[in-house]
């Protein structure tokens, strides 16, 4: 890649660029409203009266609008009580405890309750206080309470996958995907609570996951494992393109652990302890071997998932891979200085621009290996999370969380 020679990380005209996408995606994100909460958004940015409506993405769309708020964006604060009123009385199972995955007109639909979304009730919940909304801090000590006492194990420094309805049956499954986003939820709890416990937890999840699972794979993370935390490297090799369980490794993924190592690393410096030497290691192995595989099938951008050689098996394009890699260079830069990482950065957004961003604020989720939009895995545009994350990750400091670094008005400007 060839070096650039103007810098656009803490460029005014670039910050004025990010505030404008950022504006956009907002203003594309309104229409995912809906009567049980927030739904999924089509290729057109109309939610489908019909579809199911999904727990992860009305607590996306919930924290993105807790985030507008903080921004001090107007009309955005009623959306925010829309989706804690949603979780309240339509997602949350009064009688068992915890939240249904799905939701229908006429009730749940997938009365499971998964890690996965269950992270981002707690992330969803803990924005929310940070924007002072009136019923957000009783959700948000009810979704605390549902992490420490389902799906947290002290014994295993992780979080469990999923279980039934009332809690009896756990799945034999462990994964890497629901536990990242835990550590995400996790360390904005413990920016939002003042409570260090959330943060020495996310602090064991990337502990395992980076210094050891993915030391161990040559910073490919395995994402598979069984209830022993075994690796399953075969694991849904017939269903290669899984939404959230894809075989191999997810390039994405590495991107993300770097971000989120290096915002835990910063929370540690910030509470006036010493830093693991790992993190910064694992955090600047990770993004390295991800930029590796730009063009690994020949066509630039970065593929869904690889082999753990390398190779690629789903060469499908991702929005929030790009968005990740954004962020990740951003954090990285900041915490380093290396003119390296602000390449990338420009490098990303340039790819993005061209081949993700539609229009202001409408991002294509999937690009075919020719680069054309997709469906293969992700139809639509279902939200807005990871790319409006993309527009504030270069404007905040890597520590607090996104939302309490808003409510502290640490914003770049």
Not at 24 to 43: E, V
Not at 184 to 201: F, I, P, Q
Not at 369 to 396: C, E, F, M, N, V
């Amino acid at each position: 890649m060839p070096t650039m020679t103007t810098q656009w990380l803490g460029q005014p005209a670039h910050t004025r660029w990010l505030e404008q996408e950022t504006d956009a995606l907002l203003r594309f994100g309104r229409a995912s409203r809906t009567a049980q909460g927030f739904g999924y958004l089509d290729a057109e940015g109309v939610v489908d009266p019909a579809a199911t409506t999904e727990l992860w993405i009305t607590c996306r769309m919930t924290h993105c609008f807790s985030l507008a708020t903080l921004l001090g964006r107007p009309g955005f604060a009623p959306l925010v009580d829309h989706g804690l009123k949603a979780l309240a009385e339509v997602f949350e199972d009064t009688e068992h405890g915890g939240w249904f995955s799905a939701v229908g007109p006429e009730g749940p639909v997938e009365t499971r309750k998964e890690a996965y979304p269950h992270a981002f009730v707690l992330l969803a919940t803990s924005s929310a206080t940070a924007a002072g909304r009136p019923g957000a801090a009783e959700l948000f000590a009810r979704a605390q309470a549902v992490q420490t006492q389902r799906f947290w194990r002290d014994a295993e420094g992780m979080v469990v996958e999923s279980w039934d309805r009332t809690f009896t049956e756990l799945e034999e499954y462990r994964g890497v995907n629901a536990n990242m986003h835990t550590v995400e939820a996790y360390l904005a709890a413990a920016d939002v609570t003042g409570d260090e416990s959330w943060l020495d937890r996310a602090l064991s999840i990337a502990r395992r996951v980076v210094d050891d699972f993915a030391r161990g794979s040559d910073w490919r993370i395995p994402e598979h494992f069984d209830p022993a935390w075994t690796p399953l490297p075969e694991y849904n090799r017939d269903d290669p393109g899984h939404k959230f369980r894809p075989f191999g490794a997810t390039i994405g993924h590495w991107f993300e652990w770097s971000r989120l190592v290096l915002q835990a690393r910063d929370s540690v410096v910030a509470r006036g302890r010493d830093p693991e030497p790992w993190m910064l290691e694992g955090a600047t192995a990770l993004f390295s071997r991800g930029v590796e595989a730009w063009a690994a099938d020949g066509v630039n951008g970065f593929v869904y998932t690889v082999d753990f050689d390398g190779v690629p098996v789903v060469r499908e394009r991702m929005h929030w891979v790009i968005t990740e890699a954004i962020g990740a260079a951003a954090v990285l830069h900041r915490v380093t200085g290396e003119e390296k990482y602000d390449d990338w950065y420009r490098t990303c957004w340039d790819h993005a621009a061209e081949y993700f961003v539609e229009r202001p604020g409408a991002w294509v989720h999937e690009l075919g290996p020719d680069l054309a939009p997709s469906a293969k895995t992700w139809s639509g545009k279902p939200d807005i999370y990871h790319s409006l994350q993309a527009t504030l990750l270069p404007r905040l400091p890597v520590s607090p969380a996104i939302a309490p670094s808003l409510a502290a008005g640490l914003l770049d400007s």
